[in-house]
């Protein structure tokens, strides 16, 4: 089967779409990686989204306008990676939407939204889509996240010692081969938005570290940082931009742009490190947008002395494509009849078949059911 997995993390730049071949052999998943298209938001629709994002007030009105605009972006995605990529042969369309509210409280999570019409990708490809992956987990008592922990597990199988997968987006988490999995606090987040206030908006990262290179860590800003409570909290955890967003930290007066962003910076790369050593990583494989950054790359590394730190590249599967392609993978199960879940990784009482289903031009022409899940993943 051939799917188009759709992915816009928590930095909401653009949205990725990546298309898989996709087949079951015994208890093996086997994935095609077929490519990755990438369109950026258009800086109208990134504005709306950033002024909406916490701890913003945000009128139901401004809440339709970003469903439709972005439900419309992630279509134009699909059209694309649909032509480029599959030759409009494409079957199945999986869609995570754009993050834009992670309801935790007292530990808990109780709601996640996620934004990005499902219709008007369906519309638009004559393909059924699946969507709204993550409330099904939550409703189940899990946390919603990190979902690609199944895909981790699956993947790594059987890799020796014990190998950790390790997501640096705006918000970073890691699985681990027990099925333990969780964020570890901020990925890019909070650089990003100092790179954004350091320029005026100029530059919505810090290009190559660049920033942070000509800096030094603040000792007593990145102090009172670490002491975030968040740190402490057992796994499984979630989090998101309704902690780690523009106005959670308060630079000491004086204190240089440069100095900031390599503060925050040596935060990521610490808190990740810390993650790391918990759970007792062999070997950690990386992807998202952190492991283009040198500087945190390079902290990272030397927190972890003997602990190899390397791109899901290596694997076979593009840093920058992982997670859309991970969502391929999830919605493929789901059009199975197959769960997407670890309850060890998200704290669910159980598996569940994950998201709703969007009827494409023909209805629903879904697979029959698959009599067991796949129990390892491999890359051809």
């Known amino acids: 089967m051939l799917v188009i997995g759709l992915m816009s993390g928590t930095s909401y730049d653009a949205v990725d779409a990546a298309a898989a071949e996709l087949r079951l052999s015994g208890d093996t998943l086997l994935l095609k990686p077929l490519g990755l298209v990438s369109t950026p938001y258009d800086d109208e629709l990134r504005e709306a989204l950033a002024g909406a994002l916490p701890p913003a007030a945000v009128p139901l009105a401004r809440v339709c306008l970003l469903d439709t605009r972005i439900g419309q972006a992630f279509a134009a995605a699909a059209l694309r990676a649909n032509r480029e990529l599959c030759g409009g042969r494409a079957k199945l369309v999986a869609s995570h ?10 530990g808990r999570v109780h709601g996640t939204l996620q934004l990005g019409q499902p219709a ?3 519309e638009a490809t004559g393909l059924p889509v699946v969507a709204d992956f993550r ?3 939550v409703a189940a008592g899990g946390q919603g996240a990190p979902l690609v922990s199944l895909v981790d597990l699956l993947w790594l199988r059987g890799r020796p010692g014990t190998p ?11 699985t681990a081969p027990d099925g333990t999995a969780f964020d570890t606090g901020p990925g890019c987040a909070l650089m990003d938005a100092a ?3 350091s320029t005026g908006g100029r530059q919505a990262y810090d290009v190559d570290g660049a920033l942070a290179a000509r800096g030094r860590p603040n000792r007593t800003l990145l102090e009172r940082l670490l002491a975030d409570p968040y740190y402490a909290l057992p796994a499984p955890k979630t989090t998101g931009k309704e902690l780690f967003h523009a106005g959670y930290w308060r630079a000491p007066e004086g204190l240089s742009a440069e100095d900031e962003l390599a503060t925050l910076t040596e935060l990521t790369a610490r808190t990740v490190a810390d993650a790391v050593r918990g759970v007792g990583a062999t070997e950690v494989i990386a992807s998202g947008g952190g492991t283009r950054n040198p500087v945190l790359m390079r902290l990272l590394r030397g927190l972890l002395p003997g602990t190899p730190v390397r791109a899901s590249d290596a694997l076979g ?3 920058a494509a992982k997670e859309a392609y991970a969502f391929a993978v999830l919605g ?3 059009a199975h009849g197959l769960p997407g879940t670890v309850p060890t990784a998200t704290g669910a009482r159980h598996p569940s078949v994950l ?3 969007t009827p494409g031009r023909d209805g629903l022409p879904l697979p029959p059911r698959a009599p067991n899940p796949p129990v390892r993943l491999r890359i051809e």
Request: charged share 15%; net charge negative.
């Open 97 to 106: 939407g754009q993050t834009v509210f992670h309801w935790v409280a007292d």
């Open 164 to 174: 950790v997968a390790l997501d640096i987006g705006g918000i970073a988490n890691l």
């Open 135 to 137: 409330p099904r987990d």
């Open 355 to 357: 998201g709703s289903l």
């Open 120 to 122: 008007w990708i369906a």
């Open 332 to 334: 493929f199960l789901t």
């Open 195 to 197: 790179a954004r206030e």
């Open 317 to 319: 599967l593009p840093s």
